[in-house]
């Protein structure tokens, strides 16, 4: 059964740092694209950050640009999210998901969405 979950999530003051982490099972990260979402409340969900499988490359919304960091350990059948100077804008439930990184920003993903992780940022 091909499933990923989410983890990572909490409660943080701004300008502090989380990282989320998106766990493979039943399938191999080696051949596909992963990208990070999140949803806030009130809000439509969006593309956050997308890692290519086929070339590397890393995709990120321009509001995250220069804070988000995305990477993956094959080894661990693990992608995350390393997220710095979180503002409360951040603040929404973050989703990953099989995905073709040209088109994350459409939200576009393979299979359906998981429980999510629920980040905060506060003061």
């Known amino acids: 059964q091909v499933q990923l979950v989410e983890s990572g999530g909490g409660s943080v003051q701004p300008g502090g740092s989380l990282r989320l982490s998106c766990a493979a099972s039943?399938?191999?990260?080696?051949?596909?694209?992963i990208g990070w979402f999140r949803q806030a409340p009130g809000k439509e969900r969006e593309g956050v950050s997308c890692?290519?499988?086929?070339?590397?490359?890393?995709y990120y919304a321009d509001s995250v640009k220069g804070r988000f960091t995305i990477s993956r350990d094959n080894a661990k059948k693990t992608v995350y999210l390393q997220m710095n100077s979180l503002k409360p804008e951040d603040t929404a439930v973050y989703y990953c998901?099989?995905?073709?990184?040209?088109?994350?920003?459409?939200?576009?993903?393979?299979?359906?969405w998981g429980q999510g992780t629920q980040v905060t940022v506060s003061s």
């Open positions: 998901a099989p995905t073709r990184c040209p088109y994350y920003h459409t939200v576009f993903i393979f299979g359906s």
């Open positions: 039943g399938f191999t990260l080696d051949y596909s694209a």
């Open positions: 890692f290519s499988t086929s070339d590397g490359r890393t």
